[in-house]
């Protein structure tokens, strides 16, 4: 049974940095692509960034240059740098595993975490 356990997020100040780990079980995680989704009140949920089983990243355009998309096959971890964070940054941010080996993250199946709130604020 897949399990996915983020971690890391917090309040932090706008122009701060958090990382965030997602730890995941059941699975021979090399063989799977990887994502992070976020969801902010009334919005719907939406995909912020990817990492193949290749470790080929990509980003959503109000991410790209401030996060960074990282795995660890070792520790079966991925994790979300996030520098220069912004108020609309605000939100619950989810890891979610690909459904199956060298299945795309962004097909509709998957496998998600429980999610971890990011709240950039002064």
């Known amino acids: 049974q897949v399990q996915l356990v983020e971690s890391g997020g917090g309040l932090v100040q706008p122009g701060g940095s958090l990382r965030l780990s997602c730890a995941a079980s059941g699975s021979i995680f090399s063989l799977y692509d990887m994502g992070w989704y976020r969801q902010a009140p009334g919005k719907p949920r939406e995909l912020v960034a990817a990492?193949?089983?290749?470790?080929?990243?990509n980003y959503a355009d109000s991410v790209k240059g401030r996060f960074t998309i990282s795995r660890d096959n070792a520790k079966n971890t991925v994790y979300l740098q996030m520098n220069s964070l912004k108020p609309e940054d605000t939100a619950v941010y989810y890891c979610k595993q690909a459904f199956g080996p060298t299945m795309s993250v962004r097909e509709g199946n998957g496998y998600w975490g429980q999610g971890t709130q990011v709240t950039v604020s002064s």
């Open positions: 990492i193949t089983f290749g470790s080929s990243t």
